[in-house]
């Protein structure tokens, strides 16, 4: 039997209410947007539209994935961040809207460090775990005539990094390396204005207490040790010798973590620049400047 989409949309949100689903409605207007790649308002105008067997076919797929918690963003292979769409699957974290003020907060400091550079002339910026290259082409994007790497340890996320590279059009100076923070980096060779980083800092501990769509994120860019820490632990002490002076080492933090990784910093040889909130009103990002 065929469905309008007045009907798709009514049982796909009583499935998704049914199995728990947050804002059931919404989730199943974006689904069928998807699919039928059309805007939110062709579904009002065209309520009485019948779906094709195989629209139909397609939409149950996709709630069925849904009501097993599949996230969204891999359902369509893609997410928005800072009003640009990203190319995102289950190789790489999904882009939040809090990684966001990391960015917002590295240019800021850096226009007001280098006010002559604006376009980011000279300008060598490091993006530590770069996932989807979500960080390192916003980078490239507001500072046009930067060179920007991007390293991570996953071959198949760095696959996806180069692809949103050359949907933005700045492949060219996105360089990619596949490497576990700096082991690929030779000190001394490479030096950065800045060292971007959204690390890896859930707790162990409470992995397991994570919604169900965050669980099916690659555990290794949630999973931050036992304490939250473990990466910053293996980022700061070496980052002075990656950076100009001045230098910047711009860090996305989790909840209550601001303190430990200011001290961490500062037995580095980095001080300890500003804290900045989330929307939230949690600490979220800390600067450190060399």
Not at 32 to 61: I, M, T, V, W
Not at 242 to 247: A, D, E
């Amino acid at each position: 039997m065929s469905w309008t989409i007045n009907q798709a949309l009514q049982e796909a949100v009583s499935f998704l209410r049914a199995r728990g689903i947050e804002g059931p409605r919404k989730e199943a207007e974006y689904l069928l947007c998807f699919l039928l790649e059309k805007e939110r308002a062709y579904l009002y105008a065209h309520g009485e539209h019948l779906l094709s067997d195989p629209e139909k076919n397609r939409f149950l797929q996709l709630l069925g994935q849904r009501g097993c918690r599949e996230p969204l963003a891999y359902l369509t292979g893609e997410k928005e961040f800072m009003g640009k769409t990203f190319l995102v699957n289950r190789a790489v974290l999904i882009p939040r809207p809090e990684t966001e003020h990391l960015v917002e907060a590295a240019n800021r400091w850096l226009r007001e460090t280098y006010p002559r550079q604006r376009g980011g002339e000279g300008f060598s910026l490091l993006d530590l775990g770069t996932g989807c290259g979500n960080i390192a082409v916003m980078l490239a994007l507001v500072f046009p005539a930067a060179a920007i790497t991007a390293v991570d340890h996953s071959a198949e996320a760095l696959q996806v990094a180069r692809e949103n590279a050359v949907l933005h059009g700045v492949d060219d100076r996105v360089k990619t390396i596949c490497s576990s923070f700096w082991r690929s980096l030779a000190p001394g060779q490479h030096r950065f204005q800045a060292v971007i980083s959204n690390p890896p800092y859930v707790p162990r501990s409470t992995l397991a207490s994570l919604t169900a769509e965050v669980q099916k994120e690659p555990r290794s860019a949630l999973d931050g040790g036992d304490d939250g820490l473990e990466a910053y632990r293996k980022i700061l002490p070496n980052a002075r010798d990656y950076l100009t002076i001045p230098g910047l080492v711009a860090l996305e933090v989790g909840e209550n973590q601001a303190e430990s990784v200011g001290a961490i910093a500062r037995s580095a040889g980095l001080m300890v620049d500003q804290i900045i909130l989330d929307y939230g009103s949690r600490e979220r990002v800390i600067l450190l400047r060399a």
